[in-house]
């Protein structure tokens, strides 16, 4: 089957438009994917986790998620002779130069302030009334690693789905 058409000054005003219009959505289709990512992202994160607001600059949009909250920070990396063996996955990790047991504590552990919500079993109370636990480290968490994996993976389906939601036929 041979499919022809002719060029008109008419149909070609109707493509330029069309298209047109597509590249002026672009900055909204794209801020709508990120919308639906970052949200996803939220799901399984430490508490306190905030979006980053996206910003739209010369084609690129980009938004994330974090949390300023030091503690989380040791959550998702680990620490102490325990995260050494058990350790985040990320390279970059390394080049920023995370330690493991930087006090060398070993298998020792060491004592850290508390209060009374924190799970850890091994508590005691100092003379001056101060809780502390006794810790060895902790395991890497890794959800801000997992949610970035997960990310990574949905993007594809969520922007086919926002993509086909701005186009005319569905497909494109």
Same mark, same amino acid.
């Given at each position: 089957?041979?499919?022809? @058409?002719?060029? +008109?000054?008419?149909? !070609?005003?109707?493509?330029?438009?069309?298209? $047109? +219009?597509?590249?002026?959505?672009?900055?909204? !289709?794209?801020?709508?994917?990120?919308?639906?990512?970052?949200?996803?992202?939220? &799901?399984?994160?430490? #508490? &306190?986790?905030?979006? %980053?607001? %996206?910003? $739209?600059?010369?084609?690129?949009?980009?938004?994330?998620?974090?949390?300023?909250? #030091?503690?989380? @920070?040791? *959550? =998702?990396?680990?620490?102490?002779? !325990?995260?050494? $063996?058990?350790? *985040?996955?990320?390279?970059?990790?390394?080049?920023? /130069?995370?330690?493991?047991?930087?006090? $060398? *504590? /070993? =298998?020792?552990?060491?004592?850290?302030? @508390?209060?009374?919500? &924190?799970?850890?079993?091994?508590?005691?109370?100092? @003379?001056?009334?101060?809780? *502390?636990?006794?810790?060895?480290?902790?395991?890497?968490?890794?959800?801000?690693?997992?949610?970035?994996?997960?990310?990574? =993976?949905?993007? #594809? &389906?969520?922007?086919? =789905?926002?993509?086909?939601?701005?186009?005319?036929?569905?497909?494109?």
């Amino acid at each position: 089957m041979k499919r022809t @058409t002719k060029l +008109t000054p008419s149909n !070609i005003d109707y493509l330029i438009k069309k298209y $047109q +219009t597509k590249l002026d959505n672009y900055p909204k !289709i794209m801020k709508e994917i990120m919308e639906k990512l970052v949200n996803e992202m939220l &799901d399984d994160v430490y #508490p &306190d986790t905030e979006i %980053i607001p %996206i910003k $739209q600059n010369k084609g690129k949009t980009v938004s994330g998620i974090r949390n300023t909250n #030091p503690k989380w @920070t040791y *959550h =998702e990396y680990g620490t102490g002779v !325990i995260g050494s $063996q058990f350790p *985040h996955v990320s390279e970059v990790l390394k080049k920023a /130069g995370w330690k493991y047991d930087v006090n $060398q *504590h /070993g =298998e020792s552990g060491w004592w850290y302030p @508390t209060n009374e919500s &924190d799970p850890n079993p091994y508590k005691w109370r100092s @003379t001056d009334g101060e809780l *502390h636990g006794w810790t060895k480290g902790l395991v890497a968490e890794r959800c801000f690693y997992d949610a970035l994996e997960r990310a990574k =993976e949905r993007l #594809p &389906d969520i922007a086919e =789905e926002i993509f086909n939601k701005y186009s005319e036929k569905g497909v494109d």
